[in-house]
């Protein structure tokens, strides 16, 4: 199984800095990295046309949030059958900063995942814990609900992957430790078997302030499949030194 390594650009960048920062990380993808490694990136929807001009062979492009609906008057909203028209391979639903500032529920994250099966999309479906639940020592049980009630009965290892990102590491500079995402990663894998037979092929990807110096050890626990990568996927050289990390 190759590393996923994703970047969440977030609400960063403009129309030259995705295409100077696509052109570096294309020009620094070699042959070890290749056959370690697949790339993915989820630029801000404005620069997706950008992006999908300057991917190259190797990158592929993602939106960082779809409608549950497939049209209509949904002022402001993107739906999946758009993300697919465009030429987009995956979506991003229920990162944490959708469910703190946007209210998004297990449920709603749910039907964005099925609205993105639809049109064959692969959804990229986060979880994770606050730092309070970790120190009330809910963790556990936090990410398990998450698992049961925001990934669809229908998903499968080709059209879902998960990421987990405790609430409290992302864009902090703090870390899970090894230990800790080891065994977070290995309840996920559990959690995915009691519902799914090829619950041994879904990627589950770390994420929260993964970084150069850290990354070698993160995507080298078991059970973790790639990155998902915030704050340093918005630099070539960072990006690409953690692809490196994984090989
Ligand atoms: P970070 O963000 O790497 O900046 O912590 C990760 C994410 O939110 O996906």
């Known amino acids: 199984m190759k590393k996923l390594i994703a970047g969440n650009w977030k609400m960063n960048g403009s129309q030259a800095m995705t295409q100077d920062l696509l052109g570096e990380i294309n020009s620094g993808l070699n042959g070890a990295l290749l056959d370690n490694c697949e790339f993915l990136v989820f630029p801000?929807?404005?620069?997706?046309?950008t992006a999908l001009k300057n991917n190259g062979p190797y990158m592929r492009v993602g939106v960082q949030d779809c409608s549950v609906h497939e049209s209509g008057a949904y002022t402001g909203e993107i739906a999946a059958p758009m993300i697919k028209d465009i030429g987009c391979s995956h979506v991003l639903l229920g990162h944490s900063e959708r469910r703190q500032y946007h209210g998004e529920s297990d449920e709603t994250v749910c039907?964005?995942?099925?609205?993105?099966?639809?049109?064959?999309l692969v959804a990229v479906i986060c979880v994770g814990e606050t730092e309070?639940?970790?120190?009330?020592?809910?963790?556990?049980?936090?990410?398990?609900?998450?698992?049961?009630?925001?990934v669809p009965e229908t998903a499968t290892a080709d059209n879902t992957v998960i990421a987990y990102e405790p609430v409290w590491a992302i864009g902090t500079g703090k870390t899970a430790s090894a230990d800790d995402v080891a065994e977070m990663h290995s309840f996920i894998r559990e959690k995915l078997a009691e519902r799914f037979s090829d619950s041994e092929n879904f990627y589950i990807l770390y994420g929260g302030s993964m970084k150069p110096e850290n990354a070698a050890e993160l995507l080298n626990t078991p059970n973790v499949n790639g990155g998902l990568i915030g704050g340093a996927s918005l630099k070539a050289d960072q990006f690409l030194a953690i692809a490196k990390a994984a090989t």
């Open 44 to 49: 801000p929807s404005l620069y997706v046309p």
């Open 111 to 120: 039907d964005k995942a099925k609205a993105a099966y639809v049109q064959d």
């Open 132 to 150: 309070s639940q970790r120190e009330e020592g809910k963790a556990f049980d936090v990410v398990g609900e998450q698992i049961a009630k925001a």
